[in-house]
């Protein structure tokens, strides 16, 4: 439904998006990642009608949105801050884009009520948002998003504000409220975790331009270069004789590059890979090492509780194939 085609947008003479092309079907959810100031919410606007193109196009249904102002796209807004209006009560909140179309008043209060129940408020009605918790403001914040039944949602770093603990909870309600109401959406972050538990398909941005995009589960296992591998939450990177250690260990061919997550390399008897542990630090799930691989180097593992691990214990290491990525050769 919405189509970019090699979008550029210009600040002077700097583009803060470069010749973007991206494709979002009707339903799905795509994340938009990379850090800050790659240009993600440059698009994000443009997309929205809020900055001009220098160049490209950006269509929904075949149809040209150029000469298409913001309020005529049919599109809805959601910020990282909910940006609710403090002196209006949250169902007054939800129904204020109704209100502004004249909807009639029977049909603003039954479509108040099923947004609060689609987003788990329920009863909140004349709450103030002064009384809400962080995750309740961002659930009301969606659900006045979704009141008009936007062709296409855009969220700006929707749980960013969050603690780490409540938007990974938010994040799987989020998930469940788009898919469940049928909407299209379109998500920037610099959160993959937040990308990971939203989004169908990922595109990874950096320096205005989108350098890997695809399926989720794609974008994670073939990170297209190191620097998008580090980004996504990979730990380390291994190159020439260390990256060829560790994939022969693992029973692997033979390559330039390995991206490892903290958890590829696990503490068992069995394992083929010999280390010395440098340091050890107990979590709740696990303990987390840093060991010296005999012909890698330098590299994270993890070793079960309970196990005593202590610095300048040597270990045996088995590597776990779905915690690491091969890399292509980019020098």
Not at 93 to 118: F, G, H, I, Q, W
Not at 218 to 241: I, K, N, Q, S
């Amino acid at each position: 439904m919405l189509a970019l085609r090699d979008v550029t947008v210009r600040y002077g003479d700097t583009a803060a998006v470069d010749d973007v092309s991206l494709d979002l079907a009707s339903g799905q959810v795509l994340a938009v990642l990379g850090p800050s100031g790659c240009g993600k919410s440059t698009l994000l606007r443009a997309v929205a009608g809020l900055e001009p193109l220098a160049s490209g196009s950006i269509a929904w249904g075949g149809t040209d949105l150029s000469g298409t102002p913001t309020h005529k796209r049919g599109f809805a807004l959601m910020f990282q801050d909910g940006q609710l209006f403090a002196h209006l009560t949250v169902a007054r909140n939800v129904a204020y884009a109704l209100r502004l179309r004249r909807t009639p008043s029977a049909r603003v209060a039954a479509r108040v009520r099923e947004l609060l129940d689609l987003v788990g408020l329920s009863g909140y009605d004349d709450r103030l948002p002064g009384t809400l918790s962080g995750g309740e403001r961002q659930r009301v914040a969606l659900a006045r998003a979704l009141a008009v039944e936007p062709r296409l949602i855009l969220l700006d770093e929707p749980l960013s504000a969050l603690d780490a603990s409540l938007r990974e909870r938010l994040a799987g309600d989020l998930r469940s409220i788009l898919h469940e109401a049928g909407t299209t959406a379109l998500l920037v972050t610099h959160d993959h975790e937040e990308a990971f538990a939203l989004a169908d398909r990922l595109a990874v941005m950096r320096g205005g331009r989108v350098v890997q995009q695809g399926a989720i589960d794609e974008v994670w296992r073939e990170p297209v270069d190191e620097e998008t591998a580090l980004f996504l939450g990979y730990a380390r990177v291994l190159r020439d004789d260390a990256a060829r250690r560790v994939l022969g260990a693992a029973a692997l061919p033979p390559a330039y590059a390995v991206a490892l997550r903290r958890s590829a390399l696990v503490v068992d008897d069995a394992g083929s890979l010999s280390a010395v542990v440098e340091s050890a630090r107990v979590t709740p799930e696990l303990v987390r090492l840093v060991v010296r691989v005999e012909g890698a180097g330098i590299v994270d593992a993890v070793a079960p509780l309970g196990g005593r691990v202590a610095p300048g214990d040597e270990v045996s290491l088995r590597v776990d194939v779905t915690r690491l990525a091969v890399l292509p050769i980019t020098r």
